[in-house]
């Protein structure tokens, strides 16, 4: 009886912290950056590097997108990250395309990319709700910045 009662308790407790894991994952989703007087967090700061570093030369620099691929700034309005992450793991070819030279690479084996996917995505959000201009942008001091300060905590 005892067990039991503890048994539900517990299942109690976990379903509790998972909806509210979930909670946050959403808002998460939603705005996955910090931006304070115009500083961003470390997160958004490293994607804007890891962007311009990999993706840049087909979707343009800053995201605005070229003439081989769309802009990130524009999908990221309406794209969720579940989707965003499965068309960078798998990559993707426009069927029926007037180019035929329109294919997204899969990113699936670049460490480069896959390390930092959710600081990438940060960054695409926040040029897609027009929080973050173009060019490079300006970190919060790391002092400040709680992204930097649980990045760190996490190596
Ligand atoms: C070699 C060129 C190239 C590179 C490099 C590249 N992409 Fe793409 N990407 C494309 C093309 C072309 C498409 C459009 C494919 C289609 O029409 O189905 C695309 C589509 C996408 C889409 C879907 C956009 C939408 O509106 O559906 C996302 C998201 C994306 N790329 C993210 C990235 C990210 C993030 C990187 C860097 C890690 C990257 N891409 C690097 C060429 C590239």
Not at 61 to 88: I, N, Q, R
Not at 118 to 125: M, N, Q, R, T
Request: hydrophobic share 35%; net charge negative; aromatic share 10%.
């Amino acid at each position: 009886m005892r067990l039991w009662t503890m048994a539900v308790v517990g299942l109690g407790l976990s379903l509790s912290a998972l909806t509210t894991a979930n909670a946050q994952e959403s808002d998460w989703e939603e705005k996955p950056y910090i931006i304070e007087d115009g500083k961003v967090d470390y997160g958004t700061y490293n994607g804007y590097r890891r962007y311009h570093n990999t993706c840049h030369v087909c979707h343009g620099p800053d995201a605005l997108g070229s003439s081989f691929a769309p802009s990130l700034t524009e999908s990221l309005k309406t794209m969720s990250y579940t989707d965003f992450l499965e068309v960078v793991t798998n990559g993707r070819q426009a069927k029926g395309a007037a180019n035929q030279d329109s294919v997204m690479p899969s990113f699936a084996e670049n460490s480069d990319v896959m390390l930092y996917i959710d600081h990438i995505y940060a960054y695409l959000k926040a040029r897609a709700d027009d929080a973050v201009g173009r060019g490079r942008p300006e970190r919060l001091p790391p002092e400040e910045d709680q992204v930097f300060q649980e990045w760190k905590d996490s190596q």
